[in-house]
């Protein structure tokens, strides 16, 4: 699906252009275009990304190709921007979607393949502001992005205090808690692999270094800069938390075995005076020669000793 805004002097003034249309208007050097691909065709691709803006093929390359990291490359005429949005069409507790995103002077172009909250709450707000310039697009888009994190991030503390309560509890799978663990692992250090590339992307931006922001933008890209940097040290503090909480699962595991180990050490020690006994008198005679009532000595040495061990290990809580 392509979908195209047209804004003149901060003002939305045309929708969803024709090709040759959308032609006309980046050769109108008053007007600014906002272009967005939706999951497009190879025909589609090839008419907008090529036919009509004329971007670099290895811009094309990296924007059709997914990435597993944002970056950022510099062309003459325009930016080429690869960020990480939520998607929320998956069924996996944690999964990114990746938004490319060309800007230039006059003209917006985003790509993504699968529908984006991002894309379509700056789709629904453009006709109800002006000062629309393509940075500050590309500002609103960035902003609802990095806004869509939070409720991932209150999804993982949730996951994250109950797995602590989890590891602190005796009931439950150990096998799953296990699971549990790793999981939720896997996906901060996910988030930890987006983030900080993608606050790298915006430092970038943030700086000034690039000619099509412009300076009174600057602050509102460093306050993103500064919401991903929040997003980044949150994140690291889970991941500590989680680790701790994994260590102390470790620890109560090898206590627990630690404990089954003591058990059975005990098990065998207040077994040892009858396997000494019963060795040394098991021979079969009919009156022991060094003992008279021999047998009865016997046993009651043995149960006298078992006793006297089960009493010492009970007292050192072995069992």
């Not at 094309?60 to 990480?84: A, G, N, R, W």
């Not at 404990?259 to 009858?274: D, E, R, W």
């Not at 006994?277 to 009919?286: A, H, L, S």
Request: proline share 3%; net charge negative; glycine share 6%.
């Amino acid at each position: 699906m392509i979908r195209s805004f047209i804004f003149s002097e901060g003002k939305l003034v045309g929708r969803d252009l024709e090709l040759e249309a959308l032609r006309l208007v980046l050769a109108d050097k008053g007007l600014v275009a906002w272009v967005d691909l939706e999951n497009p065709t190879d025909g589609e691709i090839k008419e907008i990304l090529e036919g009509v803006f004329h971007f670099h093929p290895l811009a094309i390359e990296d924007c059709v190709t997914p990435s597993l990291l944002p970056k950022i490359e510099d062309y003459d005429d325009y930016l080429f921007m690869v960020t990480h949005a939520v998607d929320y069409s998956r069924t996996e507790k944690f999964a990114t979607t990746e938004l490319d995103l060309f800007l230039g002077k006059e003209f917006l172009v985003t790509f993504h393949r699968t529908p984006l909250k991002s894309v379509q709450s700056s789709a629904e707000r453009v006709g109800k502001s002006t000062a629309r310039g393509p940075d500050r697009l590309a500002h609103t888009l960035l902003d609802q992005l990095v806004d869509n994190y939070q409720p991932v991030m209150d999804e993982l503390h949730a996951e994250l205090e109950e797995l602590e309560e989890s590891v602190l509890a005796e009931e439950g799978s150990q096998q799953k808690l296990v699971n549990e663990l790793l999981a939720v692992r896997k996906d901060f250090t996910r988030l930890r692999q987006i983030v900080r590339p993608q606050r790298d992307v915006i430092e970038r931006l943030a700086r000034g270094d690039s000619k099509f922001i412009r300076t009174t933008l600057l602050p509102y890209y460093r306050d993103l800069r500064d919401n991903l940097a929040r997003l980044e040290e949150i994140t690291i503090g889970y991941q500590e938390r989680l680790m701790m909480a994994f260590d102390i699962y470790l620890n109560k595991a090898a206590f627990q075995a630690n404990q089954g180990i003591k058990f059975l050490t005990a098990i065998t020690a207040v077994t040892i005076p009858v396997m000494v006994v019963g060795t040394w008198y098991g021979q079969n005679f009919k009156n022991m020669p060094e003992l008279e009532h021999g047998y009865f000595w016997a046993l009651g040495i043995t149960i006298l000793c078992t006793l006297l061990t089960a009493i010492y290990l009970k007292k050192k809580k072995w069992f």
